[in-house]
């Protein structure tokens, strides 16, 4: 299993402060943003992770992270020059995973819970992670049926079938690398996570997991305090 940290992006929503760093650099209580979501890879033993990083601040990144040795690991770092949706993360990943799977997180997701198990013990196809959310319309939403088997996900949809949303933690066989390679572009000009889960889901090997522990799409300042809050309150936990 190898690992992808999606960093890119501008980071619009948290201007002015993203005007001079990258959202995913920014702290999150005592620590960058970006250690939240690689702590969860390396808890689940990935020992090669890539990291998809904006041309603006890669000397930013290199100088935080370096080889990965640090921790534990090995870093790879690829550029995404603009932000073309998520599913764009394994076009530029291709030579990154080969014939590996891959567990992709975004680089402003925080998750309470331990995904160890889910990562180590995944075999084939795809497994994706939802959560009941106040705002669906917001994310990618997962339809169900009456035994929860996901029906379909729909992209940010006007009248949600569900509330729950699928979170920024994706799990995908080497096949991931031809199905986004044959994603086109959405009116919105991204290749859409959701389309590409949604090759998987008619195939009939999606898995739809479920978040248990908080989890925090750190895109926003309501969002980005929540996060931080809760990362306190979790520190001072530990150390009482």
Known sequence: MKGIILAGGAGTRL?????ITSKQLLPVYDKPMIFYPLETLL???????????APENAGDFLNLLGSGKEFGCKFTYEIQDKPEGLAQAFIIGRNFIDDDNVTMI?????FEDDFAQDIQGFQSGARVFAKQVPDPHRFGVVEFDENQKALSIIEKPTNPKSNYSVT????????????AASLKPSDRGEYEITDLNNLYLQEGSLDVAFVNGRWFDTGTFES?????????????????
């Open 106 to 110: 975004l680089g402003d997701n925080l």
């Open 168 to 179: 920024g933690l994706y799990i995908y066989d080497h096949t991931v690398i031809d199905k």
């Open 43 to 53: 808890n689940a033993g990935i020992k090669e992770i890539l990291i998809i990083i």
């Open 15 to 19: 201007r002015p402060v993203t005007k």
């Open 224 to 240: 980005l305090f929540d996060a931080t809050v809760f990362a306190r309150e979790r520190t001072l936990s530990k150390q009482s």
